[in-house]
DNA sequence: CGCCATTATGACAACGTTGTCTCCTCATGG
DNA sequence: CCATGAGGAGACAACGTTGTCATAATGGCG
């Protein structure tokens, strides 16, 4: 900035009037300004300009488990569409479902005084992010839970969900219904097995735990389960994916087998409408949970100070013939 | 920061050389500096830092279409892996195919003082990055190369993938062969396209004009497509989608077709190879495509001064059923 | 016992901006 | 001809850090 006040032979006071479109700056200096500005391809350090206003970087954090995973890229897409509706940038990252990368994550963000941060967690304690949230980072966990805080948080009915999962099954017939989770740890697997349980005792199914797998999902976990519940004569008749990972590699796991149970999918995910038959899933609107929650945070970026919400998305059940299968 | 050095009764100077682990710091000092900085939940300013210090800002940023896309969002995952490896964090923005908002974002970028920046270009041109790249900032484009300057490029094999998906369908026995591509303003529709025609001539098939449309894949341009290019007695019998989003609206206007044409997709996509009949498609390693180029990025940031690059990286054809349906 | 090297700490400036205050000039009106 | 005020521009401090240098207290050694 000095450089440009010296070329255009004025104190940088007035370089920086010029810059941020201040009255009072007579013409022709400005022009001059705007020439040497050009000249040396001036671009304002918007660090120091936020350092010396105290004002906000104008950047909120986004930590996922995975901005790869066609879920969460919808979502960060869905929070950026808010974001720049609020002249915000988004600081992306993933913790890969690990909490200790999740809180350096977050810690950094701070560092850098993003207005905000919204957190899918990935660990279970966040006490934390309480020094930071005291400290005037608003922060709203999406799709789990935090941990051990009482915070913002949006999350889908995952209960809710599994349950009619069952329902729908039972209706067409179904009494051995599997279910294919993610890890337990996962607040939303946990949610969605529960759901599973529930849904079993309202429909008078009875919960038979050695028709359940909880693990990572992985082509070999899902094979291995594939393996040991959907075949042999006492195979189960229907199984429920707990979530768009584990679908997808159970209809691979499955796609050779000479028959296809009947299946419903916590998640949709694309091209499940297409595949033959098409398949049943509890479908839930991701954008909507990464508005709702970045609708949130800028409202508490802009000064809410109401009580911490809890809101919970609906989902509703979309049959497309996999669940309609008779056993 | 003297909110802490009062508390610990100590100079700022003391408080800075705790938190950056300076040596000769009193081991009884350094404790009650610690304590008052868990008390008071201190967070250094980063901005601050890098201000003082002149170092780099620790992101780089990332500009593509749309982060939501599975494509970009592969890319994006691609990038925040390299870039964590050399410990930066990754600014991402959607430019919405805007050439407007890709020059927004990328100056914007800048001026937040980002290592560097990987652009898939929406725009032609990119003259207003030489100031940046000149003070400093280095770009690296990937996907598409830029428009009117000289800079590091990374692409795939668009024209050899597109000769190669021709070949294949001609292998089976097709003459008439469809194009579905994306608005041919965009460089890798308009590279496929070229594919497209060179792979007819050196296949000694006449390219037909009337069989290309060359769009922005929605589903109602493709319906629209469909209807006039793979209906009716003089259809074609194979046709080829330009890119994964034109392969998706493409198998879904037709799903309820009595007969579905040869087919081959530039762009692999999940759930290809379980679809009715698996679809061809012609590969490539869009991590690959994000590794190579956030290498190159981190490369340049590091100080390599070497004339800019140009990669281009291989495709692969892979043979799934959908190619290889008779005429 | 005095000197020097070492250790521990602080004062101060600087990074690149912008807010505040002050100063100067010139036109206007009485 | 002077008081008034508006318009234009600069000096200076401050944002939260850290690098440089200076200073004070310690201990070892001749």
Do not use: W
Not at 234 to 240: E, K, L, N, Q
Request: include cysteine; glycine fraction near 8%.
């Amino acid at each position: 900035m000095s450089d440009v006040a010296r070329l255009a032979g004025v104190s940088i006071k007035t370089v920086s009037r010029v810059v941020n479109d201040e009255p009072a700056v007579h013409p022709d200096t400005a022009e001059r300004v705007v020439a040497a500005i050009e000249q040396l391809g001036f671009r304002r350090n918007l660090g120091a300009r936020n350092l010396r206003r105290g004002s906000t970087t104008g950047t909120i954090g986004l930590i996922v488990e995975d901005v790869g995973n066609p879920f969460y890229s919808e979502l960060n897409r869905a929070v950026e569409r808010i974001a720049t509706s609020f002249g915000r940038h988004v600081l992306t990252g993933s913790s890969e479902e690990n909490s200790d990368r999740e809180r350096e994550l977050a810690l950094e963000f701070c560092a850098r005084r993003v207005d905000g941060i919204l957190v899918v967690p990935a660990g279970m304690q966040h006490g934390y992010l309480v020094p930071e949230m005291r400290a005037g980072t608003p922060v709203v966990f999406l799709d789990r839970p935090a941990g051990d805080i009482v915070a913002d948080t949006v999350l889908v009915d995952n209960l809710g969900g599994t349950i009619d999962a069952v329902t729908h099954l039972v209706r067409h017939g179904h009494r051995r219904i599997a279910f294919l989770g993610d890890s337990p740890d996962i607040f939303t697997a946990a949610e969605r097995l529960r759901g599973f349980r529930e849904g079993c005792v309202r429909n008078g199914v009875s919960y038979d735990e050695s028709l359940v797998v909880m693990r990572t999902p992985t082509p070999e976990t899902i094979a291995h389960a594939v393996a040991t519940l959907l075949t042999g004569p006492s195979a189960a008749t229907a199984v429920i994916a707990g979530n768009n990972r584990v679908a997808v590699h159970l209809l691979r796991a499955l796609a050779h087998a000479e028959h296809r149970p009947a299946m419903v999918s916590f998640d949709d995910f694309e091209l499940a409408d297409l595949l033959d038959p098409p398949v049943t899933v509890v479908a839930h609107d991701v954008s909507a949970l990464g508005h709702a929650a970045a609708e949130l945070l800028f409202a508490r970026i802009q000064g809410d100070q109401s009580a911490p919400r809890k809101v919970v998305l609906p989902v509703h059940l979309v049959a497309r013939g996999s669940g309609e299968v008779a056993p």
